[in-house]
């Protein structure tokens, strides 16, 4: 099948899909996160699992990235092992603040998440992050608050001038 018999839609949407990747800069890679989380008991929590617990997510690959459009978007490795961009799956990333040192971005799914990811070198330039989570609403089986740090592979901060 020679390309110029494809669909024109189906070229042209390969190719957009193609630059949004390419076309992606990477602002933050960071890995494993620990730290503490109230799980509320509401949805599918038992009254015996709710409470203040040490949390984690061990799978840990959280990046950053600026978009080609300039939009940001937060890729993380879930439970399942699975890459899942935040910004695809309904979110919105917004950033807050920045200074030369830290930056922090707002990811929000209206009803159901809240969370704050602050990137920032330490006073030896070692990269870390922290991400502040608030999650409910109808469209959450699992609802908690919590607190979660973890260290930077690296972080570019000239990337959001």
Request: hydrophobic share 40%; proline share 2%.
């Amino acid at each position: 099948m020679k390309i110029s018999t494809l669909p024109r839609y189906l070229l042209t949407l390969c190719l957009i899909i193609f630059a949004k990747h390419v076309f992606s800069q990477t602002i933050a890679t960071c890995g494993k996160t620990e730290g503490f989380a109230l799980y509320h008991y509401q949805g599918l929590i038992k009254k015996s699992d709710s409470g203040f617990k040490k949390d984690e997510i061990p799978s840990g690959l959280v990046t950053l990235q600026k978009k080609a459009n300039g939009n940001f978007d937060i890729l993380l490795v879930d439970s399942r092992k699975k890459i899942i961009s935040l910004a695809q799956d309904g979110g919105e990333i917004v950033l807050l603040r920045k200074g030369s040192r830290d930056a922090t971005f707002m990811h929000y799914h209206v009803g159901m998440v809240i969370e704050l990811y602050t990137f920032w070198l330490d006073n030896d330039d070692k990269p870390h992050y922290d991400i502040v989570q608030s999650k409910g609403g109808n469209g959450m089986p699992v609802h908690k608050s919590a607190v979660l740090s973890g260290q930077c592979d690296s972080i570019d901060f000239r990337l959001l001038e």
